[in-house]
Structures are given as structure tokens and as C-alpha cells.
């Protein structure tokens, strides 16, 4: 099992940036892919980044790529997310996860293990 805790989130002005961080703890942070993924107030959560078990191959979702990254120190055991060039409609909940699926997968059913979120907001 492996407990994750992100941080990093706050109130931004549109086109300002941010960095998420999600610390784990527990079992081999290794072991896992990690994924962020938001939920904003009425929508179901939605994919934004995931990276691989070493950090080498990384998958986002459209709307954020070329404006996010998603890197993991394996030594620090964290995962984070460093967001530029913030729209409002990034505003949402930011929840890391990790997955033992072999491939990124970008299906929330995949990650066995959450965060508690944390929040973003961007003003415009």
C-alpha cells in the first residue's frame, strides 16, 4: 500500500504558473506509475498527466500539453506537476494517484491509490 499527499496548490492570475507536488509513502514508490488527474465541481475526474515507473516516458492530455509536465524523483519518492501558462479552466481539484498497470493509462479505474487533492484555482 502506498499513502500520497499532494501540495503546491493555490489562487493564480491566468497565464501565471504553479507547481504540484504529491509525496509518497509506503510501499516502493518505484512500483508505480503515477497520474494527476482533476475534478472540477460537477464533472467526473479527468486525466491530465501521466508519468512511467523510471520517469521516462510520460503521456498528457491534450488540453494541458505543451502548458504542464509531469516529472518524479525516485530517490524523494515525489511526483509533481509543474503547470504554466494557467487557463480558468484549469481550475479544479489536483489528485496524484499511482497505478500498477504496466502502461500509462489514462482510466481512473486503473490507479489503485489517491491522494486527497489539492486545489487549484485560476482567475481570469
Known amino acids: 500500500q502506498v499513502q500520497l499527499v499532494e501540495s503546491g496548490g493555490g489562487l493564480v492570475q491566468a497565464g501565471g504558473s504553479l507547481g504540484l507536488s504529491c509525496a509518497a509513502s509506503g510501499r516502493t514508490f518505484s512500483s508505480y506509475a503515477m497520474g494527476w488527474f482533476r475534478q472540477a465541481p460537477g464533472k467526473e475526474r479527468e486525466f491530465v498527466a501521466a508519468?512511467?515507473?523510471?520517469?521516462?516516458?510520460?503521456y498528457y492530455a491534450d488540453s494541458v500539453k505543451g502548458r504542464f509536465t509531469i516529472s518524479r524523483d525516485n530517490a524523494k519518492n515525489t511526483v509533481y506537476l509543474q503547470m504554466n501558462s494557467l487557463k480558468p479552466e484549469d481550475t479544479a481539484v489536483y489528485h496524484c494517484g499511482a497505478s500498477t498497470e504496466w502502461n500509462l493509462t489514462t482510466r481512473p479505474r486503473n490507479y489503485a491509490y489517491w491522494g486527497q487533492g489539492t486545489q487549484v484555482t485560476v482567475s481570469s
Open positions: 508519468i512511467s515507473r523510471g520517469g521516462g516516458t510520460t
